[in-house]
Every structure is written in C-alpha cells, then in structure tokens.
C-alpha cells in the first residue's frame, strides 16, 4: 500500500485539527510532524538524528514569525527531495510566484475542499503538481500576452492604483480595495513612478488629473 508522510505548518489551530483528523482518517496518509510556526518546525527538524521521515509539507504563507516563503530555503536544507504544497489564503500573484521560485511545488487555496486537498496530495506524491483552479488560471493569464495600446504607459492594475492615489486612498486602503497585498501596492507605485519619470505622489496626481495618463 502507498504510503506518504505528511507534515502540516499551520498557526490557525482549527484548521490544524481539521486537517489533521481527516487526512489521518485514511490508511496511506500518515502526519510526522505538525508545527504552527515555521520557527517550530525548523527547531523540530535540526537535528538528523531525531528528523522524521517526511515526503510532502502543507505548508502555510501568513505564519507568526518567520514566513512560509521565507521557511522554504531553510527546509530545502534539510530536506532536498522534500514535496512543499503552499495552502494559504493568499491568491495575488506576487505570493504564486514566489512560493514557486522559492521551492515550492503545489499552490492550493484554503478553500479548497478537504476532500480535493487529499486527492492533491496523492498527485503530488506520485510526481505531478496540483494548483487550484482559481491559482491556475492566474497562473495562466500572467503568461497571455498583454494588450496594451500604443503610447499607453501604465496597465490596467496600475490605473487603478493611480486612481486610488488621486482618490486621497492610502496604500493599505488602495490594498484592500483591489484585494492585493500592501506589498503588491508598493511595487506597483515604483513601476508607475519609473513608468511615469516621477518621484512623488503630487506629481503622479498632476500627470493623472491633466489627462496625461
């Protein structure tokens, strides 16, 4: 019989438990580890001795600490071969891709059903990849072509920022409207400052309220 080691890094204790009870509830799917932070989990796997035997990680992004992303290097370290599934909340692109570059091998939403979870997790063992549908087709549209008409300096997303700006919204605000990370904002705001050959926030209003953008 098939037989995979699991181990989760999840701070939410709820969906710890969830997951822990119904993965366990099936005879080829054992759990060695569980952590709620990636400082646990690491302090749990530093010594070679007293390692587990792990095949595939659940891993979480937002983590109290040390996030998930950042974890990944770390695990590699210790674990080469090791299958890391990202299952977060997190669908902006930044996160996808980054998670991807770091190591990781799979990207599921906590929305997933359970139920798809395991079944993702199988696909995994057995060599392929699993991406909810929602992160695949982001994953997808990254790559189409863009359209973007002639002498049209910024894309759509950075319009809308750009709006946001003159709309008096702050970063954070301008994050949550568009349902982005901060972090997401900020980097498009660098774009749009070269993009733009600014350097304030008054400049980029100007240019937008005289039809310049």
Request: some cysteine; aromatic content about 6%.
């Amino acid at each position: 019989m098939e037989k995979i080691n699991l181990a989760i890094v999840e701070d939410d204790p709820l969906i710890r438990e969830s997951l822990e009870n119904f993965l366990t509830e099936h005879p080829s799917l054992k759990i060695g580890l569980i952590a709620k932070s990636m400082e646990e989990f690491l302090e749990a796997i530093k010594d070679a001795a007293s390692r587990p035997a792990l095949d595939l990680l659940l891993l979480d992004i937002e983590l109290p600490g040390m996030s998930g992303i950042q974890g990944i290097y770390h695990i590699k370290q210790k674990y080469p071969d090791l299958d890391i599934v990202m299952l977060t909340t997190f669908e902006e692109e930044e996160k996808i891709f980054n998670s991807l570059c770091a190591g990781a091998c799979s990207y599921i939403s906590k929305r997933t059903p359970l139920v798809t979870i395991r079944e993702a997790i199988f696909t995994v063992h057995r060599g392929g990849s699993y991406m909810s549908p929602s992160i695949a087709r982001k994953i997808a549209q990254h790559f189409m072509p863009k359209e973007r008409k002639e002498g049209e300096l910024l894309s759509l997303r950075q319009k809308e920022i750009v709006q946001g700006i003159v709309d008096g919204l702050s970063y954070k605000m301008i994050a949550d409207k568009l349902d982005i990370s901060i972090d997401t904002v900020r980097d498009h705001i660098k774009r749009i400052y070269r993009a733009l050959e600014v350097n304030s926030k008054a400049e980029v209003i100007r240019k937008s309220l005289e039809g310049e953008i």
